[in-house]
């Protein structure tokens, strides 16, 4: 059993900033990639960021050059560095682990707006 807890989500005015944090726990033994995804209402879950335990990365275009995805795989956990946000950035992000298997974290709200 795996564990992820997020934080970091809250309220920005557009051009601000926020770093979200998702720390897992539990029986984990190696973690191959760690993403971020977000959903927002009624549209599809999209991947916004991921990061392998080597350290490659992608990201979605809408994303790129504003947000920076990072890991601690001592720790366990995964950033999503958030620059220059967008109202359309305005999404609940999940937190995403794989090991033999995918977990999920319960999410954070983000919103953009003046």
């Known amino acids: 059993q795996v564990q992820l807890v997020e934080s970091g989500g809250g309220l920005v005015q557009p051009g601000g900033s926020l770093r979200l944090s998702c720390a897992a726990s539990?029986?984990?033994?190696?973690?191959?990639?760690m993403g971020w995804y977000r959903q927002a209402p009624g549209k599809q879950r999209e991947l916004v960021a991921a990061i392998t335990r080597g350290g490659t990365t992608n990201y979605a275009d809408s994303v790129k050059g504003r947000f920076t995805i990072s890991r601690d795989n001592g720790k366990n956990t995964v950033y999503l560095q958030m620059n220059s946000l967008e109202p359309e950035d305005t999404a609940v992000y999940y937190c995403?682990?794989?090991?033999?298997?995918?977990?999920w974290g319960q999410g954070t709200q983000v919103t953009v707006s003046s």
């Open positions: 539990g029986s984990i033994f190696v973690i191959n990639t």
């Open positions: 995403s682990v794989a090991t033999y298997k995918t977990y």
